[in-house]
């Protein structure tokens, strides 16, 4: 029983504390963001060059392989330090997508360029009309000789106009509900009959959505096999999942600790308003939500090992549930207690709580994954 | 014990009614929802109301009145909102205006109340400021006598729509010593005195409504002063019970209900719709019982008010309870958008383009929504007033 | 639109809180509750005398007609006083229900030793298995010649016990979920065939199981229409709701009275616990959730002249719900703060409390009432 | 990161496995739920624990001890509760016991240690007071010495089965002055001592385990007295953190909510069962959820402890939390059994007479369990310990 780090995992939490702490005030986040991109794509490369990017990755595909406590230790210093990079969209859904799809001199050579900083990547795999459900697929693609075609609308591309190549999932074969039938294509970008529709997120991201109109993609570009694709995509999300609920907890920490420190400083009534028993108290439930949400976050990293396991699948659904319901919670007291001043732009506390907000929406907010977990309870 | 409307009340609701669908409502919601277009969507709106003389129905007859019953009212309000209607900007008509008629001189009188009316002179308030949250009476904002003249000097913050406005009035401080409430005077400002530099503050769901206003050396005739000097406070304070009670918003909260129903009927889980799903629609029924019983409360401060009673310290816990539901309606809607709730639509990305056409909104209200518990005295300020008045603790 | 009671429902209020307050101390129930019955037979006849038995009944059987509003001021009061006696079970159960069944003159006469004071009744309507459903029914009653013959077992009847007569809900035809072919019976407490199982329930109250083996009853014990029963059940259950909603407010403000005054007193620290800010705020909860439930309450009792319409069904669903979930907030807070005190016997806290867990599970509980207004919605 | 148990951590476990089977536990269970067998079962399974040396396994080797590791005890503890094993009575074992042996002296370590372990003495608790609650430290009995002894009067109160207890371990006032921390000492008192008198407390939920204890001018030798004068109250709260990380009693509500499943899995709701009610199974997995992180809170703080650093404020959160836990699984259960839940069993209406097995025991302990919030430092203590300690408010 074990919850330290290695020495290696220490310096690289040390090493991404330090980095963000000096290269990345809430100003420039500021900056960055408004950025075209969403992201200062210089600061890419800094990463990069660091050797994030290849973090989650196999070595054979070039990667550090990092096991799910490396990357909880990288995407935790992410949400504390409140940064705006497409590390999710690039690295954990396209990158990975492509890492776990099995051994593939092209697909290898593809990630060397990812984890080298070069392409950025987009995973499609949201409609309309499905909500969270990933099997929900209207999108078709249709074989015809040497590709396939693909007709449909994939909604809500995380980093979709600034990605070089994404992966969208397209139904080959049965019903719009169907888990089998559902197949992954890798598409360039610039693909004639791809349009898209751009725009951003709360958090300041951009995103799009892809018009697919007979978009021909060369059959060696269906991702593992064919029909089969819902596997390969739940395994991506379920890691990417967890990723972003570290994230999420960095940030609850950051908003915790923010309020802590201007409660010590707020003035009202002549004392601070740190000195309210009322307001203590309920920083101490801030404190706990976040401390509570660390140890279901530990209890599925614990669990990481062995994916598919019923054990990993709920402890994944409850972590998924727990740091939806406590961000939440953290977000709107932080706001509260900042007062007036927490609804501004100009401080870090609004931003925070929005991208957190993001994050409990991505793959599932919390009554989903309660269900989710209702429903595997019933059937173990 | 029963809630029935009397004959007259049927028949007024009726004419109210017909009132709001010959005002073509819709148009004028279109037109506040536009930066670009809301002034002038705000004024054209009132001067319908003026011209049907509902502008300002609970001022004393003799200034402008309706003289409603509080059940007329109340069914106003009704209709109003179920009409979806925009209501009036309360500054000028709802705030500094039963401040002028109640405390103001005769000259005041005539000088002030006809514009409010009209909605010629658009108001704003100048109460808050950074230093004064929850703690309004420890304002620093001071106006120094200068012959006739006050000096006024410092800084409002939260000054909602100052960028449109012609006056403002304001809380400042014409004495340092003593009690800080004792110390307070009101004085109206016309908003193009010299020294006054109005700067904006942008919100988190993205507009700008609110304003810091800056005051340096600007000069303001004492004859501006509403009642006697260091009186300011009681003044203002006789208006805030009113104003919790409105915050409370009961009316609006019940047409977002609705709207709630009805999109989560439409928006797909798989085969099934979101209100088929049995954890959200109890969450959804939270909210309703929370709203059922908050209208009665409602009903039971007009009862009491109409007997003549003070609302009093009832109208923080509606306060309280108001904006609570408000807050959770917000919740549930960004969280039936799903990550459409999170999406900013623009003119290259409409709501249509984007193919969701409430997520935006859901984001904007939610956003905005969280100012209902911390303005008009913070709900943890409201706990404090019942637990003194009401629990004598 | 008017809230404020009439002449003599402010009469009825007064008498009522003047006569329990001089006559029912905290002790005094502690020594009723310990006899036998549950309750004093001398105070049953003493509020008899003032006419109380008599509010909800009908003029043509002898009643004080009384409407929603008077019987909300007496139930109230009931709450307030924590008085332990038997008017749910006789009077608005077992009376009521031969009240609304239409004119008969044998009815009429039973009603009349009711309002005497001189019979105890009960209403037989639960089973085990039936949970809150009504129509959840077993027992079986088989017409033969010039009767019927009852079989199975009613639990939780209150008042069994002591009841000279009750009314019992048993099948005549259909399947044992079934709406229709539920009737009911009158049966004397003595009837041969006829045992039972006595018991307590936590607020002191005697209840019994009774086991019907082969039970006689003469046809003109059937109550209203064979097979009709339900309807007639339901609109008795109904009206029984909202008087045991009101003097479940009664609890609540008793509890939040008795809270408040105790932390006036109550010293930790060298203050009053009353002093400090996060109890204050959470005995401000306290005073909402009762001055909510109050509003819920005028609401149903407003809507009560109508009592089929879909209106007042929607509201007494939702103030159960209400009265539920803040009984029970209520409660877990008055013990709280009153520390240790609140878990003893000997005060009067945990008795209201229990009163109060008794009552928000009759006639179903929160979450039941919140699924059938949920239902309602759905068909609405 | 892991939680992967060693190999001899694992055969450790069969071993335990092994034993508590053996054991047969449900005999003691049985014993202990009757108040007239409960002393009895309580020593019998006392000696049984104590005959195979596990009786306090967490003592140093030297005084009886078994030398486990944090991951031991931990194992130890899940695999007692799992099959239904009762706890051993903390009063002796974990309270007075590590306090004589950490502080007392030789004399006393002889004369005490031996009858803790072997069950032959009994001992409770002497802290409460009615006046001091949450302020333990402004407790009133007083010792004043004379000649050799002390003369103890005052009342303790909430003393768990002193009805039973041979001795008593006392926190008293040897001093008025100063800080009122530093006048109280720990006695060791004989309850047969001339003065004693025992009252019992019924507590709501019908049972009597709780008791007031009086001193009457009880006559005590200062060689009772544990260390330094003045002391007491460190010693006493040396051992307040461990004590709230035990009352979380993670284990026990991780059985608890099995139970609940099943009990679920057979209430029926017309056609259904009550598992399959969506609302109560979301209820259900939002205790599930807040228990699978305190299961992973305390590993995190056993981890700590086996790294020799201190548990801390971090138990308060423990306590916090698993008291909440504890009290939702009560109240789910209690509402499972709906009107069954208020039912009380007698020996002339056994649960099999009424036709329901759960609904007593649902009460008593929903009722018993309203006290998890209060005893062992209040939860709002425990808040405010961690606004000072932790975020330094």
Redesign the interface.
Known sequence: ?????TEEQQMLQDSAARFIGQNYSFERRQKDTSLAQGFDPELWRQIAELGWLSVPFSQQNGGFDGDA?DLMVLMEQFGKGLVALPYLPTILLFGRLLDLAGINTSYSKLLGQVIEGNIQGSLAF?E??A???LS?VKTEAVRSEQSFVITG?K??VLNGPNCDKLIVSARTSGGQ?DEEGISLFLVDANASGLSR???????GQT?A?FYFDQVKVPTEQLIGQEGKGLMLLKRVIDQALLGTCAEALGLMHRLTDTT?EY??VR????VTI????????R??DM??AC??????L??A??SA?SMETNEHQK?LH?LK??TGRNG?AVG?EA??LH??M?????LDV??G??RL??IN??FG?A?FH??K??IR??EA | MDTHLSADDLKFRDDVRLFFTKASPERAQQLLKNPSTFKQGTLDWQKQLYEQGWVAPFWPTQYGGAGWSVTQSYIYERERVAANAPDVLPFGLKMVGPVIYTYGNEEQKQRFLPGILTGETWWCQGYSEAGSGSDLASLKTSASKDGDDYLVNGTKIWTTHAQHADWIFCLVRTDQSGKPQNGISFLLIDMKTPGITVSPIHSINGVHSLNEVHFDNVRVPQANRIGEEGKGWTYAKSLLAHERTAIARVADSMRRLEKLRQLASRETQGRSVMIDDPVFHARFTNIEVELMALEYMELRVLAAVANNQNPGAESSLMKIKGSEIQQSLHELTIELAGVYGAMETTESATAADIGHDFGNQARQDFMYGRAATIYGGSNEIQKNIIAKHILGL
């Open positions: 029983m074990n919850f330290s780090l406590t949201m309309r009309q909500r969270y459900q929900d609308e909604a809500l509900y529709t751009d725009y951003r997120l709360m958090d995103v959505n802590i409660s010590k003035k009202q009534f002549g740190g000195s309210f028993q009322a307001l203590q108290h920083m101490v404190f706990t401390e509570q949400t660390r140890s279901l530990f209890r990293v614990c090992a402890n409850a549930v727990l939440k709107n706001i509260q007062g007036g927490g609804l501004t732009d100009e609004g931003h709580v929005k907000m993001v929406s991505l907010d009554d309660q269900q977990m209702v309870s019933l």
